[in-house]
């Protein structure tokens, strides 16, 4: 619960400092923007009064330095020179290839024109002229310069998002783990008791086949007990006879099926060696025979193939149940995902986990269709 009290509060902050700099990002870049317009809108009534001067000077001893540095200095800012009439008398700092088109040159002067005010010319108040211009390239940039920080802003808050999302998903993790050790130290509480009594049972002699069954019963809970104190470890893999095990987990739910369900197991061969943990790999049998079983509803025909392949060894699981879209083929193993009414969407994700990282096997759903059913299939390295 501090856990998440800190990430909500934590978040409230990011969002609030993070809508903070946007504003002030956004803010200063528009003061730098119009403080720049303005320079040159001065720097262009500078160059008109430079070229004025140049064209009203008569004095051929006179000092023409300065208003031909100031154009020379004014070559960064496109602009276009029109008299009363609007004709066109030169243009400036546009591309020279381009400005060649007449069809261009009205283009940019409109562009111009919907830009900035012209700056008006003039001699002794004749010969009227208006310089057109437009924003030079650095300023154009600088409009996209708070798009540029807002992306690098987003890029890492979404960095800090994933790093917190990622701290509370191994938050979950270990309460899960937490959780399943517990229930396995709790089972092992009336495991000890049942088989005190199971003894008794012995010494009272009641029909051994009873004590078999609950003998079973007890073996089961043991085995349960051993899965869930496995989750959260790196369990121990072992040589182990794959046909065996596989057959193991098929013959106990068989027993305890509805007996409207055809059950079939078959294998080319009787022993196939591969690096296994029973335990857990008994549990992805049975989880996928469950989820078979409850697919069909309690009726129809399931079956188990093993197969010997070079390296490989593949099982197949097959039933007649009602199936699924193929794109759903892939979100079933997602952890919390079901398609059923009362479940927790846990099995078919702890499967993949069990074979693909502590089996370093595959496990896919290799067909199904609506209303025919559905094939699952493992494959592992062989020993």
């Not at 003894?199 to 004590?211: F, G, P, S, W």
């Amino acid at each position: 619960m501090k856990f998440l009290t800190n990430t909500i509060l934590f978040k409230r902050i990011a969002i609030f400092a993070s809508l903070t700099i946007v504003s002030l990002i956004l803010w200063n870049t528009y003061v730098f923007f119009q403080k720049f317009k303005v320079e040159e809108r001065l720097k262009i009534e500078v160059f008109a009064e430079a070229q004025k001067e140049l064209a009203t000077n008569t004095n051929l001893n006179a000092s023409v330095d300065l208003p031909l540095k100031i154009l020379e200095f004014s070559n960064n800012i496109p602009m276009i020179l029109v008299d009363e009439n609007n004709t066109i008398i030169e243009v400036q700092n546009l591309d020279s290839i381009k400005s060649l088109d007449a069809a261009y040159v009205k283009e940019q002067l409109a562009i111009m024109k919907s830009e900035n005010k012209p700056i008006e010319m003039s001699y002794q108040g004749k010969n009227k002229q208006f310089i057109y211009y437009k924003d030079s390239n650095l300023l154009n940039k600088l409009t996209y310069y708070p798009l540029a920080l807002i992306l690098i802003l987003i890029l890492f808050l979404s960095v800090i998002y994933l790093f917190y999302n990622s701290n509370k998903a191994s938050e979950t993790n270990k309460l899960w783990t937490g959780m399943a050790k517990e229930t396995a130290h709790q089972i092992g509480t009336p495991l000890s008791s049942l088989l005190g009594w199971i003894a008794i049972l012995k010494m009272e002699r009641v029909d051994e086949t009873y004590i078999a069954e609950i003998e079973k019963d007890v073996e089961r809970l043991n085995t349960i007990a051993n899965r869930f104190s496995k989750i959260g470890s790196v369990p121990e893999l072992k040589k182990e006879n794959i046909v065996a095990i596989t057959k193991t987990a098929f013959d106990y739910l068989e027993s305890r099926s509805s007996k409207q369900i055809t059950f079939s197991f078959t294998s080319n061969t009787d022993i196939i060696n591969a690096n296994l943990n029973v335990e857990l790999f008994g549990w992805v049998i049975e989880n996928l025979i469950k989820n078979a079983i409850d697919a069909m509803l309690g009726k129809g025909k399931l079956k188990l193939n093993i197969d010997d392949v070079g390296k490989k060894v593949k099982i197949s699981i097959s039933d007649t149940g009602k199936g699924m879209p193929k794109k759903l083929f892939k979100q079933i193993f997602n952890p919390g995902f079901t398609t059923k009414k009362r479940g927790w969407g846990l099995g078919l994700s702890l499967s993949k986990r069990i074979v693909e990282d502590y089996h370093k096997g595959k496990i896919y759903v290799k067909k199904s269709e609506i209303d025919k059913g559905t094939n699952f299939e493992i494959l592992l390295d062989k020993i």
